[in-house]
Every structure is written in C-alpha cells, then in structure tokens.
C-alpha cells in the first residue's frame, strides 16, 4: 500500500495512507515521502498476544477497526476522488461505507487471492468457525463463509451504517469485495484462474528499495560464501517457536551459513558464532539478491520479494494463506516446501537440500525474469482514468 501511494504522488496525485501507528509503518511511509494517518492501535503487540487461531477477543477487535473506519477514515476521505482498502472484513466493510457515505469511488484490493471466492478452492477457516470437511462442493462452502461473515460482522456493520444514515447490507463479505476486486499479486506467481467474479490482476505492488545494508551485515556477507536466510516475518512467537530453531540448524547442518530475520517473533538464535548473523528491519531486495536460498514462512511479500530476487525458496508455511504461496512455490519449481506439521532439523534439512540444488537455482533466475515490476503503475494508472 505504501508503494502505490508512492507511485501515485511520483504521478502527481494527492495520496495518504491511513495505518496502524506501528513506528515502523510510520518510519518506512516517511521515507517513501508519504503522509500518515494513525489509524486505531498498533498492530504488532496485537499480533504477537494473540494465540494462533483462537477467536478470544476478536468481536472486540473487530469493532475498534471497523470503528475506525466511520471516524478517522471517514474525516481523512473527505474530499477525495477515490478510496482503496485492503484487510479484515472488518476494515473494508467500514471503508466501502465511508466511500458511499461520500460519494467517492471505493476500490478492494487484494495481496494474496485465497480468500477471494472461487469455484476451484476451498474458503479458508474464520476464526472460531470451521467449514465441513467432508463437503466437496467449493460453491457451498464458499456460499456458508458468506454466512459465517454475516453472523460475525454483519450486526455489528449494519448498526454503524445506520448511525451514519445508510441502509443495511445483508452480505457483508459480498460487500466489502465489490464486483469488481483488485488482486495485486504478479500473474506468473500467482495466477487467477476466472471466476463469476470480475477480478482485476495488477500485479503485485512493490517499490525499489534504495536503503543500503548495514555496514557489519556487509561485512558478513563478503566475509565467505552466499548465506540462506530464515525469517518468518510478522508470525508470532507462539506460531514458530517450534520451527525457527530447527530451522536455522537445518541451514548449519548444510554447512552454510545463515542470516537470521528477528521479525515480530524476537528471533535470534541459542547459539551465536561465526557463522550466524541476526538482522532487524532490512531491505529483502538487497539481502535476498546475496543469499543462497530464502527460508521463509509463506506471505505474499515475501515469496515474491524472493521470487524477484531470482533466489531459490523453502517455505515453511504455518497458516492463512501461506499453503498456497507454497504451493505456488513449488509448482513453478523456483523452491521447495516443507509439508511437515511438525518440522524437524532432519526433516528441514533434507527439504533445503532440494532446494540448494543448482537446478533450482536456474530456474528461480530465469523465472524472476519474467515476473512484472509495473504493478504500481498499473493500477494508479487504473486510477487516474477512473477519476477522469
């Protein structure tokens, strides 16, 4: 999102982008020149409470968010020709509300395709909800998530809408998507096979990273051979406590050396030594372009931020959308993917070693060569002729 508000004001349009006021949101749209609007609480201590999978809290969560909409989002808008939103059920309900209530164009975008109805998956879980595992008809199933949203966020939409003087939506999920929904992920990676639902694949939204690597991670990496990368990004704590350290063993056990992501679970490793450095916030491009493999969890920025790097992948996916990112991974032979529930280093470490083979390598190269790098200008282009 950051990257598309850039790429609108390189084009000379006004652009703001309304977020968590996690400091290093706030830090990274600063250097991208891009104003911020704080927007409910941050996101991280949320994120890294919460126990994966469990409702506990969430219609509380929820309200805030949508709550947010109708207040801070509403003000911020006015006066604007168009409002893109992505996220929650919670947020994009809220945010194609306050676009109705002005007047303005609203536009639902994407970053990963799964939860976007479709007659050739099934839907994802909801928390607190399950789906019957042995129904084989994605359109039912798809037809019973609709249900489910209603049932968890549909009172709670329909009460602030007539609070801001608009009637009442029956299908929230329906809703919040639109007709007409943006997917920004690159057609290569991640293809969208058509549906009923007219979708509109831009390609996915990144902009160059210019900051440099700090100068003692340099320093590691000229000081031997290419090192794999293990990060697990915004996962909490309690979803890769029982990976990150098979992990990084598995990379030793290669006799590689490794770098290691913190992210937002704290990472860093029991044993230091030589052979292991452990990174904050960085710029992926660059890192990524120097190692010899990405071990990673399976979010969309990352598979493609490592699928345009040219680098090969082994993905270790905990969730959400992430067996798809593997899988994809997988399919176009740029990397591998560990399948096991509960990972083990011999179990890891075997998966790497597919993934390390010169084979892999090639093709992970030749593949980021055909991936799209105009994904923002894409759809501010599809902007700007909307607005006229």
């Known amino acids: 999102m950051a990257a598309l508000a850039a790429r609108l004001r390189e084009l000379g349009a006004e652009a703001r982008v309304c977020g968590p006021p996690d400091e290093e949101f706030a830090e990274r749209l600063a250097e ?8 409910g609480r941050p996101v991280r201590p949320l994120v890294t409470t919460v126990t994966p999978g469990s409702a506990a809290g969430l219609a509380e969560r929820a309200a805030e968010l949508m709550d947010a909409q109708f207040d801070t989002v509403a003000a911020v808008a006015e006066g604007c020709d168009v409002l893109v939103a992505t996220g929650p059920l919670p ?9 109705e209530k002005l007047g303005i164009r609203f536009v639902h975008a994407g970053h990963q395709p799964v939860s976007l109805p479709s007659p050739h998956r ?3 879980a909801r928390r607190g909800h399950s789906l019957a595992e ?5 359109k039912a199933l798809w037809d019973e998530d609709a249900r489910i949203a209603d049932a968890m966020f549909g009172d709670m939409l329909r009460s602030r809408r007539a609070a801001f003087g608009l009637p009442p939506v029956e299908n929230v999920r329906d809703f919040a998507f639109t007709d007409h929904p943006w997917l920004a992920t690159d057609p290569i990676l991640s293809p969208w096979r058509p549906t009923g639902l007219g979708v509109v694949q831009t390609g996915a939204w990144h902009v160059i ?8 991670l340099v320093d590691f990496l000229d000081a031997g051979a290419r ?4 990060g697990f990004g915004s996962m909490p704590g309690g979803a890769v406590a029982d990976v990150a350290h098979p992990a990084v063993e598995a990379v030793r056990a290669q006799g590689h050396r490794v770098v290691v992501s913190r992210g937002w679970a704290d990472l860093a490793p029991a044993e230091g030594g030589d052979d292991c450095f452990v990174v904050g916030e960085v710029n992926q491009q660059a890192l990524f372009r120097r190692s010899a493999a990405v071990v990673h969890h399976g979010s969309a920025a990352t598979t493609t931020t490592a699928a345009q790097a040219g680098v090969p992948q082994l993905v270790i996916p905990r969730g959400a959308d992430q067996p798809y990112w593997a899988g994809r991974v997988a399919d176009l032979g740029v990397g591998t993917w560990c399948d096991d529930p509960t990972p083990t280093v011999e179990s890891l470490a075997a998966a790497l070693r597919k993934a390390l083979a ?10 980021a060569g055909t991936l799209r790098t105009d994904g923002t200008t894409v759809a501010a282009q599809l902007l700007f002729d909307g607005a006229g």
Do not use: F, I, K, Q
């Open 209 to 216: 990273d210019e900051r440099p690597l700090p100068a003692d």
């Open 122 to 124: 099934r839907p994802p």
């Open 91 to 99: 947020v994009v309900s809220g945010a194609r509300s306050v676009a």
């Open 134 to 138: 042995d129904e084989s008809d994605n």
């Open 32 to 39: 991208l020149a891009v104003p911020m609007v704080s927007t």
């Open 358 to 367: 010169p084979a892999l390598r090639t093709r992970a190269a030749a593949v």
């Open 227 to 230: 090192p794999v990368y293990v």
